[in-house]
């Protein structure tokens, strides 16, 4: 049930209901119920705050944006200390390959938050991206960047 993902262990909190497994959300601090694809959001969001160095205070989870009028949730968005989109990831269950069909979703919902950086991520396969908005180039990037690299830009 757990699939083991490709980053490093996760002290994920578990716990079971009478009918379900529930996973604790360690920024929104609230039990949610486990799908594949929230096991997957919470070990990248373990990993972005323990390995990354990024401050649980600066990441939204499934913040509500608008694409085309319509609704949409942005799986993580990383924030700078000033309040400004540092690097949207967008999670998908180890069952679901990452297409370029994946990235293009991240890359539209950039299109409203105008982050520097994009990463998707099944748990398993890993991609990250730099966009120069100016150029309108995206350049992919060899590994995720921590907190302080996302800064830079």
């Known amino acids: 049930m757990y699939e083991q993902l490709k980053l490093p262990k996760a ?3 578990i716990r079971q209901n009478a009918k379900t497994s529930e996973l604790f959300d360690v920024v929104r601090k609230v039990w949610l119920p486990y799908t594949p694809e929230e096991w997957v959001r919470q070990n990248i969001l373990h990993f972005l705050i323990n390995y990354q160095d990024v401050p649980p205070s600066l990441i939204a ?5 608008k694409v085309n009028r319509m ?3 942005c799986d993580i968005v990383v924030y700078s200390r000033t309040g400004k989109p540092a690097m949207i990831v967008e999670c998908k269950a180890p069952g679901v390959k990452v297409t370029q069909k994946t990235v293009d979703q991240a890359g539209r919902y950039n299109l409203t938050l105008k982050a520097p ?5 099944n748990g398993l396969r890993h991609y990250a991206f730099s966009i120069d908005f100016e150029n309108e180039s995206t350049t992919a990037l060899n590994s995720i960047p ?3 690299s996302l800064l830079r830009h």
């Open 146 to 148: 921590d907190y302080s």
């Open 117 to 121: 950086y994009l990463m998707v991520s």
């Open 71 to 73: 609704e949409r949730r």
């Open 61 to 65: 989870v499934e913040m509500p944006i």
């Open 11 to 13: 002290d994920i909190q």
